[in-house]
């Protein structure tokens, strides 16, 4: 039998520009998106949009944990599209540079 309650560490966007092997120990690294959403009126967001809501049927607060990197637009969306669907808090992984490793923070929303 699969093990459901195993976390993941999903990180909001996969840039190139961060090493996430430090995150995999919290859980299996995992991206939501490959571009970031846009200020600006774009076709392109439609699908930011529905992947973001498909990631929302997806995580469990209580086990999964979030890397919130990305644009500060994309990752505020976020927050307002996880609050509107009912999640209070979330296990957020906080990369602390001088130790080149993650911290896990509950944030309320």
Not at 4 to 29: C, H, W
Not at 52 to 73: A, C, E, H, K, M
Request: proline content about 9%; aromatic content about 10%; glycine content about 4%.
């Amino acid at each position: 039998m699969e093990d459901t309650l195993k976390p993941v560490a999903y990180a909001l966007i996969d840039n190139g520009r961060f090493d996430m092997s430090p995150a995999e120990r919290f859980g299996q690294v995992e991206f939501i998106l490959d571009r970031d959403f846009s200020p600006y009126p774009s076709p392109a967001n439609d699908r930011v949009e529905e992947r973001l809501v498909d990631f929302l049927r997806r995580f469990r607060p209580d086990v999964d944990y979030l890397i919130p990197v990305g644009s500060p637009t994309t990752i505020l969306r976020l927050g307002m599209m996880m609050r509107h669907a009912g999640i209070a808090r979330c296990k957020v992984l906080h990369f602390e540079p001088r130790r080149l490793a993650y911290t896990p923070v509950e944030v309320q929303l």
